[in-house]
């Protein structure tokens, strides 16, 4: 069965290093991929898209990368600050979601 | 402002009280869903519209109904509630079908007693 898999454990950096979140999938061959931000007791808010035939995406301290022979997706938070704190959750296309990793920045 | 909404945001009924959870949404979009999201298990797609009078099951559809009348309200139906249903229930909407991204409903908190 199709499978995307977030590390579930939180990831504790510290403010101004870089965040690296992975998200793995089987079973599947998304034409692309999303990432989100999910704050406490709210809904999803849409960061980025990045499509098979892209290997990497910018917006503005946000990257992505998408390896489809690996079967993952690399988000980075540059220059974390404790705002970016959240959870973030990847998308195969947008049916299947991850169940999100929660960032914890320290100042 | 473009938004989706969602009523009620807090809901605490008794199992087999039938109950309907509304969501609108205000920027024309063509496709909506309901997604509902347990600890651990993320968001789970429950059903999914692609234009009024057009609607198929996600991966959780059993135990909900859904219907599409007007291109804006997507609202979703529990006949008979049970306390597995008790989540958090997000409605969503985006553009086209399988290319856009998806702007979220601020969420429904639902407990089945």
């Known amino acids: 069965s199709q499978k995307i898999e977030q590390n579930s454990e939180a990831l504790n950096i510290q403010e101004g290093k870089t965040a690296t979140l992975t998200c793995n999938y089987t079973?599947?061959?998304?034409?692309?991929l999303q990432w989100y931000r999910q704050d406490p007791g709210r809904g999803p808010v849409f960061l980025l898209l990045?499509?098979?035939?892209?290997k990497e995406k910018r917006k503005e301290r946000l990257k992505v990368t998408f390896d489809t022979t690996l079967k993952q997706s690399l988000f980075h938070i540059t220059a974390s600050q404790p705002a970016d704190s959240a959870t973030y959750l990847c998308?195969?296309?947008?049916?299947?979601f991850g169940a999100g990793t929660r960032l914890a920045v320290h100042p | 402002e473009a938004q989706v909404t969602q009523n009620p945001r807090y809901l605490i009924t008794v199992t087999g009280k039938k109950l309907t959870v509304t969501c609108s949404q205000n920027?024309?979009?063509?496709?909506m869903s309901w997604y509902r999201q347990d600890p651990g298990l993320g968001l789970r797609q429950i059903y999914y519209?692609?234009?009024?009078?057009?609607?198929d099951k996600g991966d959780v559809p059993e135990g909900y109904k859904v219907s599409r009348k007007e291109k804006r309200n997507f609202p979703l139906i529990l006949e008979s509630p049970s306390p597995n249903q008790t989540s958090l229930y997000f409605c969503?909407?985006?553009?086209?079908?399988?290319?856009?991204?998806?702007?979220f409903g601020p969420g429904t908190r639902l407990t089945v007693l």
């Open positions: 969503a909407s985006s553009p086209r079908t399988g290319r856009d991204e998806q702007f």
């Open positions: 079973n599947y061959s998304p034409a692309y």
């Open positions: 990045i499509r098979e035939n892209e």
């Open positions: 998308a195969l296309n947008k049916l299947i």
């Open positions: 920027m024309n979009h063509e496709y």
């Open positions: 519209s692609m234009n009024v009078e057009v609607t």
